[in-house]
């Protein structure tokens, strides 16, 4: 089919002839303008971004200048997009691109160390570029069918300026948060009258509770099977009251500890874990 013959099937078949028209601009030899200043300072400010963030998260210490210097050498691969190479000439220039700026921005001591740092600027790069994606197929695109038209303003200008930083701070914050909860998190086995009973525990910096009369420290769990036999005595923010605990063997990490387990009537409000350790209890299984 000729091509202007299948431009005209084509707008005839869609909704509004504006729209078909948008979809195919530059598709069949149309010019772009392309500000290459601005194209610069675009790809500068993520690539600092991501190196800053990658710094963050991996407790490099970085200088801001080898940062910035790093982010510099980045953003000036863009002008590769312009050289007559092939996409495979191209990946392998943008690896060795990324290499580069992990280099100047963090320095060399290792494998290791490398390896660390090229998978997690990587990694926080497709988190930020799927976000932007995502907000931009959202907002600034309009769809028929399975084709996207574009359709107002671009917000990627305004994504980079203002939504980017927030979205690298709220992934750093939980990517702290995580791994505060997985390093602290044990496997705690209970043999209770013949019976074994595994959970997920937590070491919980603010669960100091002992028996005043054994002295003893108390982990909490959450089971609705078990019941405790004996009552012990404890103040928390609600005031004091009694909580139900009972007698058993207790390991954490195959480590036998010497404590009595108290019943929890609420749910433990962290992801996957249904008991709490005794602080106190830190310094034998750590």
């Given at each position: 089919?000729?091509?202007?013959?299948?431009?005209?099937?084509?707008?005839?078949?869609?909704?509004?002839?504006?729209?078909?028209?948008?979809?195919?601009?530059?598709?069949?030899?149309?010019?772009?303008?392309?500000?290459?200043?601005?194209?610069?300072?675009?790809?500068?400010?993520?690539?600092?971004l991501?190196?800053?963030?990658?710094?963050?998260?991996?407790?490099?210490?970085a200088?801001?200048?080898?940062?910035?210097?790093?982010?510099?050498?980045?953003?000036?691969?863009?002008?590769?997009?312009?050289?007559?190479?092939?996409?495979?000439?191209?990946?392998?220039?943008?690896?060795?691109?990324?290499?580069?700026?992990?280099?100047?921005?963090?320095?060399?001591?290792?494998?290791?160390?490398?390896?660390?740092?090229?998978?997690?600027?990587?990694?926080?790069?497709?988190?930020?570029?799927?976000?932007?994606?995502?907000?931009?197929?959202?907002?600034?695109?309009?769809?028929?069918?399975?084709?996207?038209?574009?359709?107002?303003?671009?917000?990627?200008?305004?994504?980079?300026?203002?939504l980017?930083?927030?979205?690298?701070?709220?992934?750093?914050?939980?990517?702290?948060?995580?791994?505060?909860?997985?390093?602290?998190?044990?496997?705690v086995?209970?043999?209770?009258?013949?019976c074994?009973?595994?959970?997920?525990?937590?070491?919980?910096?603010?669960?100091?509770?002992?028996?005043?009369?054994?002295?003893?420290?108390?982990?909490?769990?959450?089971?609705?099977?078990?019941?405790?036999?004996?009552?012990?005595?404890?103040?928390?923010?609600?005031?004091?009251?009694?909580?139900?605990?009972?007698?058993?063997?207790?390991?954490?990490?195959?480590?036998?500890?010497?404590?009595?387990?108290?019943?929890?009537?609420?749910?433990?409000?962290i992801?996957?874990?249904?008991?709490?350790?005794?602080?106190?209890?830190?310094?034998?299984?750590?």
């Open positions: 089919m000729h091509k202007r013959d299948f431009l005209s099937f084509l707008v005839k078949n869609f909704k509004t002839t504006r729209l078909a028209w948008r979809f195919f601009y530059n598709v069949f030899g149309d010019y772009m303008k392309i500000y290459l200043d601005l194209l610069f300072l675009l790809n500068f400010g993520f690539d600092f991501l190196l800053m963030t990658t710094s963050i998260v991996l407790k490099r210490k200088k801001l200048s080898r940062i910035i210097l790093g982010s510099v050498v980045g953003a000036l691969s863009i002008f590769f997009l312009f050289l007559p190479l092939n996409s495979v000439s191209l990946f392998f220039l943008k690896f060795g691109v990324s290499i580069l700026m992990l280099i100047i921005s963090f320095g060399y001591h290792d494998l290791r160390y490398m390896f660390f740092n090229f998978i997690y600027l990587y990694f926080i790069s497709i988190i930020l570029g799927g976000f932007l994606y995502y907000l931009n197929v959202s907002f600034a695109y309009k769809q028929i069918g399975l084709v996207f038209f574009h359709e107002g303003f671009s917000i990627n200008y305004v994504l980079l300026i203002l980017s930083p927030f979205v690298l701070y709220f992934y750093i914050k939980q990517n702290k948060k995580q791994r505060n909860i997985y390093n602290n998190i044990y496997d086995c209970i043999i209770f009258r013949g074994e009973y595994n959970y997920k525990g937590f070491l919980d910096s603010g669960n100091n509770l002992v028996d005043p009369y054994t002295h003893k420290p108390i982990i909490i769990i959450y089971d609705k099977s078990l019941s405790g036999n004996i009552l012990v005595p404890i103040s928390g923010i609600d005031g004091s009251r009694m909580m139900r605990c009972f007698k058993a063997k207790v390991f954490i990490n195959d480590i036998k500890v010497n404590c009595l387990v108290g019943l929890s009537s609420q749910k433990i409000n992801d996957g874990v249904n008991c709490l350790i005794n602080n106190r209890l830190g310094e034998y299984i750590c």
